[in-house]
């Protein structure tokens, strides 16, 4: 059975930064587009940024230049480094398969909080 792992959310302050890790067992990782989500309280989820088994990458236009998106697929694992973080970032963020998630891979997520 697929699963996926987040870990790496935390409380940082504005303009700070956290990295973001998702590991994923039970399949061929490295043949898929893996992508990150986030939703915010009261907020539909949404998609942050992809990246394909190539490395190709894609933001969502409010995090481009921000965020970076990466992959290890030995370690079947990937990875979101999140810099100059604002309160609107404030979230919890997913990973799963991208640009269209699979239902029964939704993990638990790790939370994101920015504030002062």
């Known amino acids: 059975q697929v699963q996926v792992v987040e870990s790496g959310g935390g409380l940082v302050q504005p303009g700070g930064s956290l990295r973001l890790s998702c590991v994923v067992s039970g399949s061929i990782f490295s043949i898929y587009t893996m992508a990150w989500y986030r939703q915010a309280p009261g907020k539909q989820r949404e998609l942050v940024a992809t990246i394909t088994s190539g490395g190709s990458t894609n933001y969502l236009d409010s995090v481009k230049g921000r965020f970076t998106i990466s992959r290890d697929n030995a370690k079947n694992t990937v990875y979101l480094r999140m810099n100059s973080l604002k309160p609107e970032d404030t979230a919890v963020y997913y990973c799963?398969?991208?640009?269209?998630?699979?239902?029964?891979?939704w993990g638990q997520g790790t939370h994101v909080t920015v504030s002062s």
């Open positions: 799963n398969r991208g640009p269209m998630p699979v239902v029964g891979l």
